[in-house]
């Protein structure tokens, strides 16, 4: 981590935006609670929240005043403990969003914007890798109104927040985590979507 950061200081002297986007193959942490080993929560912790403390006090070394620190997320895995073999990868996001907050306070008088962006589901991402009933399922439960904009995210959609929470205009947002999701961090799961009337019906043909 720290040679990376120090090619960029020897090629551009100062860092204006850094982005943390990363983790590591599903394999290497997938298991749930009761089953997972020390290695593999140690590779989530390690590739989130160890990861973005190193980097994100290296980037500032070499920020001037507006620089901005993102780190990408994914909320609802450290929100909701339902999807079982999500837990290191949860763990690891929550811990990564509670360091986004504390960089924020240490990093304000000089200037510096640290925020978390948490995407819902988006096409061409890891979704396309998995099997093909997974997707389909997901994208028809999405449409249905689960998220209330009907459809899932795309690259754009999230590049565009990144974009915005980076500019000028964002100079005194700093410690948030922002659901980029079409609305999805809002529906109630404990009520049907017909309770709460925003369940997309399919039409039907004429008889």
Same mark, same amino acid.
């Given at each position: 981590?720290?040679?990376?950061?120090?090619?960029?200081?020897?090629?551009?002297?100062?860092?204006?935006?850094?982005?943390?986007?990363?983790?590591?193959?599903?394999?290497?942490?997938?298991?749930?609670?009761?089953?997972?080993?020390?290695?593999?929560?140690?590779?989530?912790?390690?590739?989130?929240?160890?990861?973005?403390? *190193? %980097?994100?006090?290296? !980037?500032? +070394?070499? /920020?001037?005043?507006? =620089? #901005?620190?993102? @780190?990408?997320?994914? &909320?609802?895995?450290?929100?909701?403990?339902?999807?079982?073999?999500? *837990? %290191?990868?949860?763990? !690891?996001? +929550?811990? /990564?969003?509670?360091? =986004? #907050?504390?960089? @924020?306070?240490?990093? &304000?008088?000089?200037?510096?914007?640290?925020?978390?962006?948490?995407?819902?589901?988006?096409?061409?991402?890891?979704?396309?890798?998995?099997?093909?009933?997974?997707?389909?399922?997901?994208?028809?439960?999405?449409?249905?109104?689960?998220?209330?904009?009907?459809?899932?995210?795309?690259?754009?959609?999230?590049?565009?927040?990144?974009?915005?929470?980076?500019?000028?205009?964002?100079?005194?947002?700093?410690?948030?985590?922002?659901?980029?999701?079409?609305?999805?961090?809002?529906?109630?799961?404990?009520?049907?979507?017909?309770?709460?009337?925003?369940?997309?019906?399919?039409?039907?043909?004429?008889?």
């Amino acid at each position: 981590m720290r040679r990376i950061f120090e090619q960029v200081r020897s090629e551009f002297g100062s860092l204006d935006i850094f982005f943390s986007n990363a983790r590591t193959e599903a394999p290497t942490f997938y298991e749930a609670p009761m089953d997972i080993t020390l290695d593999k929560w140690d590779t989530a912790m390690d590739s989130q929240a160890k990861a973005f403390l *190193v %980097a994100a006090r290296e !980037a500032a +070394a070499m /920020m001037p005043k507006g =620089g #901005r620190i993102v @780190a990408i997320s994914f &909320a609802p895995g450290g929100r909701f403990g339902s999807w079982q073999p999500w *837990v %290191a990868m949860g763990a !690891a996001k +929550a811990a /990564m969003e509670v360091l =986004g #907050r504390y960089f @924020a306070v240490a990093l &304000a008088s000089r200037g510096i914007t640290v925020n978390t962006i948490s995407p819902g589901w988006v096409e061409d991402s890891v979704l396309n890798s998995l099997p093909e009933a997974f997707q389909t399922g997901l994208r028809e439960w999405q449409e249905r109104g689960w998220t209330p904009m009907g459809r899932l995210g795309t690259p754009s959609d999230v590049g565009n927040a990144v974009a915005m929470i980076c500019s000028e205009k964002a100079d005194w947002i700093t410690g948030q985590l922002i659901d980029v999701d079409g609305g999805a961090a809002l529906v109630d799961g404990h009520l049907p979507l017909e309770f709460q009337g925003i369940a997309k019906t399919k039409a039907t043909g004429a008889k």
